[in-house]
Every structure is written in C-alpha cells, then in structure tokens.
C-alpha cells in the first residue's frame, strides 16, 4: 500500500503514525510546504472522548500530550463587570507547536516519509502513482477545488471579523470576555494552553468593526507572515481591564472571516478530504484540530477493517459524516448566537450566562445543573423573582412552570399544546372527536391549547373535514366544547383562524400525509390568493383577491372573532404562515401583485394588517390575541430575517399579543432544515430583536428542552405538539419528573365536577385525578408505551398533523 499526504498538520501526521503503526510495511510519504518549526496559531483544545480515542490507539502521543496539557474544568464570563463561573465541564488544552513536535516525533519514530518545505506535485500525479492520496490542505484545499464537481464543496464566509491571538496572562478557565463599547460589542474566547501563554481570540461583527477603525488598519498592506500591529495595540488598550497589564501576542494575526465548509461528499476515487479539506466548525465549540485527529482516528481504523480502498473510504464517511454534520450543526448555533450577541446584552447577568452556555443546545438546563448546580440555582433564582410574586427557592419552581401574563391571560405555566389539524369535521361543524381530542389535552396541564385551522368563511377551508367559525352552528357546537373544558379543566383554550387561500380545497391526507386537489364531483370549491400562483404543478390555480374579496376576507375573519368570543375562546391565534391566504401577501415569492398591496414588504404587509386591525377591534382586551407566521421561507428569495422582525414589529403595533413563530410551507419547492428545536432560533431573533413575546415551536419534545428555551430568554412560551399527541399528559408527567406540585401544575379534580342543579357526574370524558387518589385506574397517568394499540384504527398520520 502506497499513501500519500497531503499537508503535515496535526490531522495528516497523526493520520500517517497512526496507518504506519497498523500496517509498519506500508509506504506512506507527507508533504509539508512549511519547515518543520513554522507554526501557526497557538493552543489546541481536547474533549475527553477524543484524548480516549487518542490514548487507545496511541498510547505514546497520548503520553505525550499528557505530560503537557492544560487542564481546568471551569468556564468564566465576564460581562457588565462580573465574573461568572460554571464548573464541571473539563478541558485539556495543548500548544499547537508542542503538538506538531510530538507528532513529528512519533512519524520519525515509525519511519513515515516527511517531506518539510516540500510543495505536493499535483494530486492527479499523486492519483496515479499511488494506491491512496489524503488531502489534508486546509480550509482553501487545492485539492478539493481540483475535483470541485465531485465533491460538490459549500463555503459560507460569515459576518464577524476576528483575530487569532496569544497573551501572556495565563487564564485560570475558558474564559468569555464581552466588553460593550460606544462602537458595539467585542467578544474574546480565551483560555490556557500552557503554564506561561493562553489562546486570545478577538470576535467583532462586521458594523462595529468598521465603527471602532479597524478596518482603516486591516486596509494597510500585511506581508504573509506579518501582523495587523495596528489594530492589535487597539485591541490592547480596549480589553486593558481583562489583561491585568499582561500583553497580546501575535502570529501572523489578521483580521479574517470565519468559514464554515461542507462537502456533498468526501472522496473522490482514491482521494479523500480530511480535516478543514473536509469541513470546518466555529471554534467557539472546539478546534478543527480536534476534528482532524478524529478524522485520521477513523480513517485509520477504516483502511484497517476493510479489504480495499474503495470499501474504507466509504465506510469512513459513513462513520465520520453524522458525527461531523451533528458537531457543524451546534457549531453553526453558536457562530450564530455569537455574531448577534448584540441582542442579548440587554440581558442581566444570570441570564446572559446561562444563555451562552447553552447556546449550542448541547449544554442544557439539566446537563448544566448536574455541571454545577450551584451555578444552575443562582440562575434559577434570578429569573423566579422576576416572575414568581412570592419566590420559593428556584429549583421549586422549574422555569417551564412559571407564570406568564399573555395579553389578558394570566398563564400558569410557560406549556401551549399548538393548533392540531384533526379533518373530522362535518360542514365545518366540530363534533365529538374535536371535544376529545381538546378535552384530553386541556386535562394534561398545559396553560394554553389551540383549536387548529378553523375557517372563518366555507372558501377558506383547507380540506372538507376542517373545521369552521362562520355559522351559527358551528358556533354553537364550539361552545359545547369550550363548556366542557373549562367545567373539568384548567387550561385556557385558544382557536386558530385562517383563510387557506391557494391551500384550499384539497383532500383530507391520506396514508402517505398527502394533500390532493379536490375534484368537481367532490365538492370542490373556487380558489382565492394573493397572486395567482398554485401551490405545486398539480395543483388549481386561484383566483388574484380583487379589493372586494380582500373587505370580504377582512370582515369574515372579524365575524369570525366575535364569534370566537361568544363561543367561549381565551385566545384566538391568526394563521398568516403556512402558505394560507394572509401568508401569501407576506411573503415576496408568493405575493406577485403590481398594486398598492404587493411589491414592498410596506405593501405586503398593508392585507395582514387591515386583517389584524379589524380582528383587534371586536377582539376583548382580556384575552390573548396571537399571530402566528412562518419566518422563513427555506427558499431562496424568500422572507429574510430583517423582514421577519419588521413584520413582527408591525403586528405588535397593531394589536398582536404574542407572535408563534413557525416556518415554511410558504411554497412547495422548500427545503427546510429540520432538527431539534430546528424553529426556536426564529423565535429567539423576533423577542430578543423587538422584545415581543413569542411561542417557540417546532421538535421541542422535551422538558428539559422547554426549560433551557425559557430560561435562556429564547421564547416566552414553548409549543409541544407531537409529544403532546403521544402523551396527552406530557405537561403533568414533566412535573412529576421534576418533582413539582405548585400551582404551574395543577392535576384535575379528584372527582368529575357536577353539572349545576343535578346529582349525577356529567357526561363525557372522566374527569382525571391525581395518581395517590386512585379515583381512575393508575395507567392513565403513567407515560404511554411505545408500542402502538392494537385497538388503534389506523395510524394517527393518517388522520392529524401539527399545523
């Protein structure tokens, strides 16, 4: 077997040891352009899982690193003139030129070629002449640019400036610096890497760099191998409070823009990309480094398990890819939170801490108290004085549990069951199902459940099983179900109100959750939309909304509130996302209109807010009013961020309570990015851009989850749906998980509460009771199995959605 490397970084030569320690007769060559003792950057920071695979496979470079490593197990923050400090998170750090040494030794050791101030020939030379070529050339690999078309490369350059530093101050934990200036905020991510020098990167986002002068000194000509003197001496003198008089030391330092790479794939017949090459992650997270020497520990193992190059190279992507995706996914988290940290320094201390801790979603509200519990509680308590009228100590009272005031309502707890599609209406008309479905989930404990997608007109229904507000009966059958919950529950119970514009006039899902255009013979009825565009090719084309649809849709969805109203609802929640009729204006890839209601997002808006404005006229001050919109497209071309805070703006001002902020099904050519908690990043930009309160919502499935989100002021209120369908339950269930009983988690009445002038229970649903009064079998209250019912008719896919 002959290897060659490209690129004598820590990843190709702990590549190389490592396939020369397995295989001692294969002929393995690195190219290095540098000498031996160039060296760029300076510490190197290690996760325990890593040092464990290092030690494993390596027992004498993991020795090696030991014998040197920094170590501590603290982070400190230090913002608005405090130091904060969590414990229990454990890192070892190394200078990077002890580890070149290291692991140059070690190739030295077992015979590897290494070729210093060697320039690689061209990789299809080195395709030829040998069996395998590792492409270790960094973030700007000229060997990924050769076979661009194969592996299909994406590099996204981000906003922020920063400067890869050292210091002499010797730091005694991961230390975050946020120091706010007249020109914005600027960011350091420090910590040791040995007993005399600590790494000391400065972060700054693109408008504050230019407004604090450094781009005037990054504009002056810096030779390779030079520094940016000039703005080094500034970031001197702005960060003087943090050094203690101790200097900043540079290595060819300059201002430079972070780059994330990805690859539609990893090899390219006997080549393969390793390390930076590959993929890069934000080095608020952790070193490319680190992911290189993972990289080289797979790719090693793989040449050895397997018979032949083409099988190992694909059985270490297969290996590598979900780890790395997983680790760029928190990275981009975090690169995120960082370049709009300025949204978050209206925050106080505890929360700000807490916030940046768990701004990955790796670090969460129970990971981090078993961290540190001390730290957890002092975060704890700052946040329930400032929402708890008479504050017990915080770990009483989980954040998820915690009041909320709601425009008129007053929330128990900070749980919305969101808006389910259930198509068993009749007409338009909610019967019986609808009762249960609503009564189940208003007896779990959640503050807040929403009725979904209900027409305010017989043309706005998305499919003939929807439900509606638009006739008497109608009314009057959601009365009979707002009765009954608030009889035996004490949840407050929202509607959702839409028109489904283009959406309209489709058939209930099948099997497959697929809508299809409804047939004339099956009732089908005319379409109306912003603009006329279908939905999707199979789809019917509507009608363009003339003036007079728009006053007709306008005072249908205000009939529709009074209604609401009458009916007995706390809250009602307008449908303006989803692609549905008022989403449709929003949004500039589906609103192609010419007139004074299209063109501008001023003009897109000018529809949503009449609407809003009407519905807010009928609509009591004592109960909540929300909007719920998609905040991206997942298009291109579609609603920015910038338009999704001013449209949120403008809903605030015109009478909005709450925004619920949802994304996509805004057109059908998405591509959405879906994951944990993938939607709460919307919802975090809307309240912490505009301070209106928001619902987060979108696979959050977990308390622990809901907690961090509310804790870490990302959301007022989380929306759990699908954990809500499995578990009726879920809000109890995570109360006694947690140990709570207060008032955030009331279980219902140990007996079913009497109709008014009758002896008797009343009739319906069994009123549920807390477990120690056995009034009802004890497995009503315990979590669900996984295992589906036999009694079930057909899966619940079949028959209800999120929406």
Same mark, same amino acid.
């Given at each position: ?14 590549? $190389?040891?490592? @396939? ?9 060559? =690195?190219? /290095?352009?540098? !000498? &031996?003792? %160039? ?69 030295? $050791?077992?015979? @590897? ?9 061209? =990789?299809? /030379?080195?395709? !030829? &002449?040998? %069996? ?302 609808e009762l249960v479905h609503l009564s189940t989930q208003s007896i779990g404990g959640s503050a807040l459940v929403i009725a979904g997608m209900t027409a305010v007109s017989p043309d706005g229904r998305a499919t003939p099983g929807c439900p509606g507000l638009y006739t008497d009966e109608q009314e009057t059958a959601w009365r009979r179900i707002t009765d009954f919950v608030h009889r035996h529950a004490r949840s407050c119970l929202g509607l959702q109100l839409t028109h489904a514009g283009r959406r309209a006039a489709t058939t209930v899902p099948g099997p497959d959750g697929g809508h299809r255009p409804l047939a004339g013979s099956d009732g089908a009825w005319p379409l109306v939309a912003c603009s006329a565009i279908a939905w999707d090719p199979a789809s019917t084309v509507p009608r363009e909304a003339t003036r007079h649809d728009m006053d ?56 949503p807010l009449e609407v809003l404005r009407a519905v807010r006229a009928v609509w009591p001050t004592d109960k909540a009013l929300i909007v719920r919109i998609s905040a991206t497209d997942w298009a291109e071309g579609g609603t920015s961020e910038a338009d999704t805070v001013a449209v949120s703006r403008a809903l605030a001002d015109a009478g909005a309570d709450a925004v619920d902020v949802s994304t996509g099904e805004v057109v059908a050519h ?134």
């Amino acid at each position: 077997m002959r290897i060659a490397v490209i690129g004598g970084g820590p990843g190709g030569l702990y590549f $190389a040891a490592l @396939v020369k320690q397995l295989s001692p007769r294969w002929d393995v060559t =690195v190219w /290095e352009r540098n !000498a &031996a003792d %160039d060296t760029f950057g300076f510490g190197v920071v290690f996760s325990d899982e890593t040092l464990d695979g290092i030690a494993q496979a390596d027992p004498e470079v993991f020795d090696a690193m030991s014998a040197d490593f920094a170590r501590w197990s603290d982070i400190d923050v230090r913002y608005q003139g405090q130091v904060l400090t969590s414990g229990g998170h454990g890192f070892a750090a190394l200078g990077r030129k002890r580890l070149l040494q290291i692991l140059q030794q070690r190739c030295a $050791a077992l015979d @590897v070629d290494v070729r210093y101030r060697t320039q690689a020939p061209p =990789v299809d /030379e080195l395709t !030829a &002449a040998y %069996d395998l070529v590792v492409a270790c050339d960094g973030v700007r690999s000229a060997t990924r640019a050769t076979y661009a078309d194969t592996f299909g490369p994406d590099l996204d350059e981000r906003h922020c400036r920063y400067m890869w530093l050292g210091t002499d101050k010797v730091f005694e934990a991961f230390t975050f610096i946020v120091a706010e200036h007249d020109f914005g905020t600027l960011q350091v991510h420090a910590y040791p890497y040995d007993s005399t020098r600590s790494t000391f990167i400065v972060e700054i986002d693109e408008d504050a760099w230019r407004r604090a002068g450094f781009d005037e000194h990054a504009a002056r000509d810096h030779p390779a191998g030079t520094s940016d003197e000039a703005s080094i001496r500034r970031c001197e003198e702005l960060l003087a409070p943090h050094l203690d008089g101790h200097r900043l030391i540079p290595n060819n330092s300059k201002w430079i823009r972070f780059t994330t790479v990805r690859n539609r794939t990893w090899r390219h017949g006997n080549v393969v990309l390793l390390g930076d090459a590959a993929h890069t992650a934000h080095f608020s997270i952790g070193s490319g480094t680190k992911l290189a020497m993972e990289d080289a520990l797979a790719l090693a193992a793989c040449l050895h398990e397997h018979p032949d190059v083409p099988r190992a190279l694909a059985a270490y992507e297969t290996e590598r890819r979900p780890v790395v995706e997983s680790t760029q996914r928190a990275a981009q988290a975090s690169l995120e939170w960082f370049e709009n940290i300025h949204r978050y320094t209206r925050q106080e201390p505890h929360q700000f801490a807490f916030n940046l801790l768990t701004r990955s979603r790796r670090v969460t509200y129970d990971n981090l108290r078993v961290r540190d519990a001390e730290f957890t509680t002092a975060v704890d308590s700052s946040h329930a004085a400032a929402h708890l009228q008479t504050a017990p100590p915080a770990p009483a009272v989980p954040p998820m549990f915690r009041p909320f005031q709601l425009g008129g309502l007053r929330l128990r707890n900070r749980v919305v069951v969101p808006p389910t599609a259930l198509y068993a209406a009749h007409d338009g008309v909610p019967g019986d199902f609808e009762l249960v479905h609503l009564s189940t989930q208003s007896i779990g404990g959640s503050a807040l459940v929403i009725a979904g997608m209900t027409a305010v007109s017989p043309d706005g229904r998305a499919t003939p099983g929807c439900p509606g507000l638009y006739t008497d009966e109608q009314e009057t059958a959601w009365r009979r179900i707002t009765d009954f919950v608030h009889r035996h529950a004490r949840s407050c119970l929202g509607l959702q109100l839409t028109h489904a514009g283009r959406r309209a006039a489709t058939t209930v899902p099948g099997p497959d959750g697929g809508h299809r255009p409804l047939a004339g013979s099956d009732g089908a009825w005319p379409l109306v939309a912003c603009s006329a565009i279908a939905w999707d090719p199979a789809s019917t084309v509507p009608r363009e909304a003339t003036r007079h649809d728009m006053d007709r849709i306008t005072q249908d969805f205000a009939t529709a509130a009074e209604r609401a109203h009458r009916a007995g609802f706390d809250a009602i929640e307008l449908q303006y996302g989803h692609g549905h009729l008022i989403s449709g204006f929003l949004s500039p890839l589906t609103n192609q209109r010419t007139d004074s209601y299209g063109g501008t997002l001023a003009g897109r808006l000018r529809f949503p807010l009449e609407v809003l404005r009407a519905v807010r006229a009928v609509w009591p001050t004592d109960k909540a009013l929300i909007v719920r919109i998609s905040a991206t497209d997942w298009a291109e071309g579609g609603t920015s961020e910038a338009d999704t805070v001013a449209v949120s703006r403008a809903l605030a001002d015109a009478g909005a309570d709450a925004v619920d902020v949802s994304t996509g099904e805004v057109v059908a050519h998405e591509q959405p990015r879906y994951g944990r908690s993938y939607q709460t990043p919307y919802a975090d930009l809307i309240r912490n851009a505009t301070g209106i309160p928001t619902i987060a919502v979108g696979a959050i499935s977990s308390y622990d989850d809901v907690n961090s989100i509310i804790l870490a002021g990302r959301a007022d209120l989380c929306a759990v749906g699908r954990a809500q369908l499995h578990d009726p339950l879920w809000t109890l269930h995570a109360a006694a998980a947690q140990n709570y009983t207060g008032p955030g988690a009331p279980w219902p009445p140990a007996e079913p509460r009497r109709r008014a002038g009758t002896s008797g229970p009343d009739t319906g649903i069994g009123a549920a009771a807390h477990p120690s009064t056995r009034s009802l079998p004890l497995h009503l209250f315990l979590p669900p199995s996984p295992v589906p019912s036999p009694f079930a008719p057909r899966p619940a896919k079949e028959y209800s959605c999120v929406c």
